[in-house]
């Protein structure tokens, strides 16, 4: 994917922050280099449910992306070269 520029990456920044599991997921994501959803719901208290749907989300942004797609359930994540640049922003700016 290209590179984004700057009205796109604060867009992507609003979008995140406008839905807590996508702020609970960069929180996780901040703290681990892969992550499973299993681990980021039972460290935040939210259903797994909860943070696939926030995994899928983040996917589908290029914000993360699956090491393990072949597999049906406990898929590793990480985070993009985009997906850092908006972790970044946001440490900066509202972490």
């Not at 979008?15 to 807590?20: G, R």
């Not at 703290?31 to 989300?57: G, P």
């Not at 914000?63 to 997906?83: A, D, H, M, N, R």
Request: charged content about 35%; overall charge positive; hydrophobic content about 35%.
């Amino acid at each position: 994917m290209e590179k984004l520029d700057e009205k796109s990456m604060d867009e992507l920044l609003i979008w995140v922050i406008s839905v807590d599991r996508r702020l609970v997921l960069m929180e996780s994501m901040k703290k681990h280099n892969i992550i499973k959803a299993s681990d980021i719901a039972h460290e935040n208290n939210r259903s797994t449910q909860n943070i696939s749907r926030a995994l899928k989300e983040f996917e589908e942004k290029d914000l993360i992306s699956c090491l393990t797609p072949e597999k049906t359930t406990w898929k590793k994540y990480v985070l993009t070269s985009t997906g850092k640049e908006i972790l970044k922003r946001l440490e900066e700016k509202y972490l």
